[in-house]
């Protein structure tokens, strides 16, 4: 199934009557009348099946006068594999947050100029099912937070890594969500690795 979504308001349109007649709610026309000016575009694609391979996809954008909001996402399922991609950047000078229909305008407000990228994937055997997930927030100066996890769960052990780094020059820990700037905001500069380990046979270890 593929999805396909333009919307383009003039600064000066007045004609938000015609909307109501069409059937609008009061509620999507006063949204439609605060993003006069802004352009959407997204399209989207789900659970397309290409020989086996399920594949999903978005890409949409917020654009203001050349600059804009980007959100973009892909899906891979085969079988026992699992992969999913998401990345989000906010423009540097993108400014009217406050017309946003996005519940987190407020959050993506305090990420001017930082983009985010996430990366996540499985593979399930009767052996057992290994995972593993990547993320990065990268900052206007291009200085980055980096934390990665690998997970192996089976009936006789249980094995987990992990490691992550706030680079000595990220300078918007302020700008975080609440939970990340409690997991974050007292390491920059430092790195950490991290490992666990579980065993039916041994107990466990760490």
Do not use: C
Not at 90 to 103: I, K, M, P, W
Not at 153 to 182: H, M, N, P, T
């Amino acid at each position: 199934e593929l999805e396909l979504n333009y919307q383009d308001i003039s600064k000066n349109f007045a004609g938000f009557g015609a909307a109501a007649d069409a059937g609008y709610e009061a509620a999507q026309i006063q949204q439609l009348q605060k993003e006069r000016g802004l352009k959407r575009f997204g399209f989207g694609l789900k659970q397309a099946d290409l020989g086996g391979v399920k594949l999903s996809g978005n890409f949409r954008t917020v654009e203001d006068n050349g600059e804009d909001i980007s959100w973009q996402s892909l899906g891979i399922n085969s079988g026992a594999l699992a992969l999913n991609w998401k990345s989000q950047k906010v423009g540097d000078s993108f400014r009217r947050f406050q017309d946003l229909a996005e519940a987190d305008r407020e959050q993506l407000r305090k990420e001017i100029g930082m983009e985010r990228e996430t990366l996540a994937g499985s593979f399930a055997q009767k052996a057992g099912k290994l995972s593993f997930s990547m993320n990065q927030i990268t900052d206007p100066n291009s200085a980055k937070i980096d934390r990665r996890e690998l997970n192996f769960d089976s009936d006789k052990f249980k094995f987990s890594y992990g490691d992550q780094e706030v680079e000595q020059g990220f300078a918007r820990i302020g700008s975080l969500k609440g939970d990340e700037q409690a997991l974050w905001g007292r390491e920059v500069g430092m790195s950490r690795q991290w490992f666990g380990l579980q065993t039916s046979l041994f107990g466990s270890s760490h």
